[in-house]
C-alpha cells in the first residue's frame, strides 16, 4: 500500500519542474527583446554551435536517421495498442497511464524544441537587426520590385551562361554556401557561420511528393537540402537552411536571410538561384491582383530563364501527390501555431522585406 503510494507520489512529482519549464518558456517568449538578445543572439549562438561541432563532421543526416527510427516505434506502438484493443488486452487503468506517459513524454520534447530552436519563432528578427519597415506595400512598390528582379534574374542567368558555369556536385555547393556566408558576414556582422553541418536529405524522393526542399533538425542542428530538385532551387535552398541554423525561425526571414548570403556569393550560379525564386514569389503577389501583368513579367524573361521555369513546373506536376495537400495543411498549420499567422503563405512574406529593404538601402 505505502509503496503503491510512493510510486504514485514521484509519478506526480515528475510532472512538476515539466509544467513549470513549460510555464517558464511561454513567459520568457512572450517578451521579443528578451529572446532577441538573450536566447537567439546568445544561447542558441553557443548551443546550436556546439550540437554543429558534434554532429556537422558526420558525413550522412544524424538526424534522418533519428527520425526514421522514431517513426518506427511510433509506428509499433500504435500497432501493439491497436492490437490490444482487438484481442481484448485493453486495460483501462494501464491505458489512462500510457496516456499520461505519452503526455509527458511530449512535453520532454516540446522543452528540448523550444530550448534548442523553437523560441526564435518570438525572436524581433532580421528586420529588427536592419531597422526595415516591412508592413504595407502597394501595387506600385510590387511592380518597381518586380521589374529591378526581372533584370537581376536575367543579368544572372547571361552570367551563368557567359561563363560556362555549371551546378556542382552537393559537396562543393555545401562548400559554396558556406563561402556564401563568410562573404555577407563582411557586410552584415550578425551573420557570422561557424561550422557547417548541411547535409543531403535521405528523404528528398519523398520529400518531392510531400513538397518539401529543405528542412532544420533543431535536435541535432543539421540543415538539410533536398538535393533531387532541379539544380537551380538548390543554392538558395542551401543559404535557406543555414539562415534557419543561424536562428532565423520564420520562413520569410529564412528567405531573406538566405537572400542577403546568395546575393553576395562570388558564385554567380547563388545569384541566379535566389533572383529566381524571389522573382517567382513577387510574380505569384502580383498575380492575385493582376494575372495579365505576371504572364506579362514571365514573357520578359530570358529564355534559358523561361526554360528553367519550364523545368521547374514540370518537376512539380510529376510530384502531384494526394498527401501533399494534407502536408502542406499541417505545415501551414504549425506555422501558425508558431507565430506565422498566413500559414504558407509566410514564405511569401519576403516580398514586404525586399521591398523595405529596397525602399531603406536603395538596393537589391
Known amino acids: 500500500m505505502k509503496s503503491d503510494r510512493r510510486n504514485s507520489e514521484k509519478k506526480i512529482m515528475r510532472w512538476i519542474p515539466l509544467i513549470l519549464l513549460i510555464i517558464g518558456i511561454k513567459i520568457f517568449s512572450s517578451n521579443q527583446l528578451w529572446v532577441e538578445h538573450i536566447y537567439s543572439c546568445a544561447f542558441y549562438m553557443y548551443a546550436s554551435k556546439i550540437l554543429r561541432i558534434i554532429f556537422g563532421w558526420i558525413p550522412f543526416s544524424v538526424g534522418d536517421i533519428l527520425y526514421f527510427f522514431a517513426f518506427c516505434w511510433i509506428a509499433w506502438k500504435i500497432f501493439k495498442n491497436v492490437r490490444g484493443l482487438f484481442i481484448k488486452q485493453f486495460n483501462l487503468r494501464d491505458g489512462l497511464q500510457k496516456t499520461l506517459n505519452l503526455f509527458f513524454l511530449l512535453g520532454v520534447i516540446y522543452i528540448i524544441f523550444y530550448i534548442f530552436w523553437g523560441l526564435n519563432y518570438d525572436r524581433k528578427g532580421i528586420a529588427f537587426q536592419l531597422q526595415l519597415k516591412p508592413h504595407l ?27 560556362r558555369e555549371s551546378y556542382p556536385s552537393t559537396a562543393v555547393l555545401i562548400s559554396k554556401a558556406k563561402k556564401s556566408y563568410d562573404a555577407a558576414h563582411t557586410k552584415y556582422p550578425f551573420l557570422k557561420y561557424e561550422i557547417t553541418s548541411v547535409k543531403s536529405s535521405f ?11 529543405g528542412y532544420y533538425n533543431p535536435f541535432t542542428g543539421e540543415a538539410q537540402v533536398n538535393t533531387t530538385v532541379p539544380q537551380m532551387l538548390r543554392p538558395y535552398i542551401a ?15 529564412a ?28 510574380n505569384r503577389e502580383i498575380y492575385y491582383f493582376d494575372s495579365s501583368a505576371s504572364e506579362k513579367n514571365l514573357d520578359k524573361l530570358n529564355p534559358e530563364v523561361r526554360k528553367d521555369i519550364q523545368e521547374l513546373r514540370q518537376f512539380n506536376e510529376a510530384h502531384q501527390s494526394y498527401i501533399e495537400p494534407f502536408i502542406s495543411w499541417l505545415y501551414g498549420n504549425y506555422l501558425k501555431l508558431n507565430n506565422q499567422p498566413k500559414g504558407l503563405h509566410s514564405y511569401n512574406a519576403v516580398v514586404g522585406m525586399l521591398i523595405a529593404y529596397y525602399k531603406k538601402f536603395g538596393t537589391i
Request: glycine letters at 6%; zero cysteines; hydrophobic letters at 40%.
Open 203 to 213: 528523404y528528398g524522393k519523398i520529400g518531392n511528393y510531400m513538397g518539401f526542399t
Open 239 to 253: 543559404t535557406h537552411e543555414i539562415a534557419h541554423q543561424l536562428g532565423y525561425a520564420k520562413e520569410n526571414e
Open 137 to 163: 506595400y502597394d501595387t506600385t512598390d510590387l511592380f518597381i520590385l518586380q521589374n529591378i528582379l526581372l533584370q537581376k534574374v536575367n543579368a544572372s542567368k547571361i552570367a551563368v551562361t557567359k561563363n
Open 255 to 282: 528567405n531573406f536571410v538566405g537572400y542577403l548570403a546568395a546575393v553576395n556569393s562570388p558564385d554567380t550560379l547563388f545569384h541566379y538561384s535566389a533572383y529566381l525564386d524571389l522573382f517567382l514569389y513577387t
